[in-house]
């Protein structure tokens, strides 16, 4: 397994309910797939996490990456991992100008 952590910069018109319609996605889909997560959204930027078996990890991480509801897209860190640190949370929306939370998941 691995766990990847990435921010980027939500495209300008991209309003609040177009992210929980996001997270609504990604809850579902992530389920299914067996990946876990966090994502963290100040009102412009957005951290994620990500963790889960490494060929599926890697390739939501390439669909991610080319949605073009956010741009600025950058892998901070990925890791090899035996534990997941969220696994309850199919994609938790963290509020909050403070990304700590989720950025700190990487550095278990
Ligand atoms: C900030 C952001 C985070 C996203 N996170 C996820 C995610 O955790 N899981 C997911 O399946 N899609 C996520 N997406 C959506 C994907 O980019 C893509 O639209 C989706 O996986 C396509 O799903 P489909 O193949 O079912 O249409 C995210 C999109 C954005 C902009």
Redesign the pocket.
């Known amino acids: 397994m691995i766990r990847t952590l990435y921010f980027?910069t939500a495209a300008a018109d991209l309003s609040r309910e177009d992210v929980e319609t996001?997270v609504a996605?990604?809850r579902a889909?992530?389920a299914k797939r067996g990946?876990t997560?966090a994502?963290a959204y100040n009102g412009r930027n957005?951290c994620?996490l990500?963790e889960g078996e490494t060929d599926t990890v890697m390739a939501?991480i390439d669909?991610?990456s080319r949605?073009r509801?956010?741009d600025g897209f950058k892998v901070i860190d990925q890791k090899e991992i035996s534990e997941r640190y969220f696994p309850k949370w199919s994609?938790e929306l963290v509020d909050g100008l403070d990304f700590s939370a989720v950025i700190n998941a990487m550095k278990a």
């Open positions: 980027s996001i996605h990604a889909a992530n990946v997560g994502l957005f994620q990500l939501l669909t991610i949605d509801r956010h994609m």
